[in-house]
T-cell receptor
Framework: SQTIHQWPATLVQPVGSPLSLECTVE??????LYWYRQAAGRGLQLLFY??????ISSEVPQNLSASRPQDRQFILSSKKLLLSDSGFYLC?????????????FGSGTRLTVV | DQQVKQNSPSLSVQEGRISILNCDYT??????FLWYKKYPAEGPTFLIS?????DKNEDGRFTVFLNKSAKHLSLHIVPSQPGDSAVYFC????????????FGQGTELSVKP
């Protein structure tokens, strides 16, 4: 069966520090991978998506970047965190166009920038 | 320009009664419409979906209705249970967008015993 792992679950980082969040998928090949963020009191905002190794599309300009070094690994990074980067970060995967069931989400990372 | 809107940030319902969650969208180029349920500190989980060629889909206590002329989607939960208390997101799957989902802002449902 397919599973998605996301870590860490909680992170507190000072302003200006770097960030690396990792997401891995098991049990499927060539998934579409996504990073979403839920800011406090807001909906789910798509940050990045990837349809293959090394293929990254950015949805919104921001202080973050993403990389996909392996087929089932998706990394969200920042060189210098801002207070506005605080939020709940979610990784998700889908196969093909996502069809009628959309994505499977990871359990999320709560990032607090202080 | 928000393509998917959930205008009610919260909803409170008595246990056993019907919960109706609403969602409006702004264009017609969507293939599927989906509902997700999210508990605090967890990722959203898929609940139910409906194809753009249908107007109703039912799964147990959950029914999704699609009114294409009004560009309106709704989720009915009946009977509501305390365990249904969560944030519900509607989402749309646009045609030819590589499977990218667009989410609404979410509605927090509270089912009181």
């Amino acid at each position: 069966s397919q599973t998605i792992h996301q870590w860490p679950a909680t992170l507190v980082q000072p302003v200006g520090s770097p960030l690396s969040l990792e997401c891995t998928v098991e049990g499927t090949s060539n998934p579409n991978l996504y990073w979403y963020r839920q800011a406090a009191g807001r909906g789910l905002q798509l940050l990045f998506y990837s349809v293959g190794i090394g293929q990254i599309s950015s949805e919104v300009p921001q202080n973050l970047s993403a990389s996909r070094p392996q087929d089932r690994q998706f990394i969200l990074s920042s060189k210098k965190l801002l207070l506005s980067d605080s939020g709940f970060y979610l990784c998700a995967w889908s196969v093909g166009q996502g069809a009628n069931y959309g994505y499977t989400f990871g359990s999320g990372t709560r990032l607090t920038v202080v | 320009d928000q393509q998917v809107k959930q205008n009610s940030p919260s909803l409170s319902v008595q246990e056993g009664r019907i919960s109706i969650l609403n969602c409006d969208y702004t264009n017609s180029m969507f293939d599927y419409f989906l509902w997700y349920k999210k508990y605090p500190a967890e990722g959203p989980t898929f609940l139910i979906s409906i194809s753009s060629i249908k107007d109703k889909n039912e799964d147990g206590r959950f029914t999704v209705f699609l009114n294409k002329s009004a560009k309106h989607l709704s989720l009915h939960i009946v009977p509501s249970q305390p365990g249904d208390s969560a944030v519900y997101f509607c989402a749309v799957n646009p045609y030819n967008q590589g499977g990218k989902l667009i989410f609404g802002q979410g509605t927090e449902l509270s089912v009181k015993p």
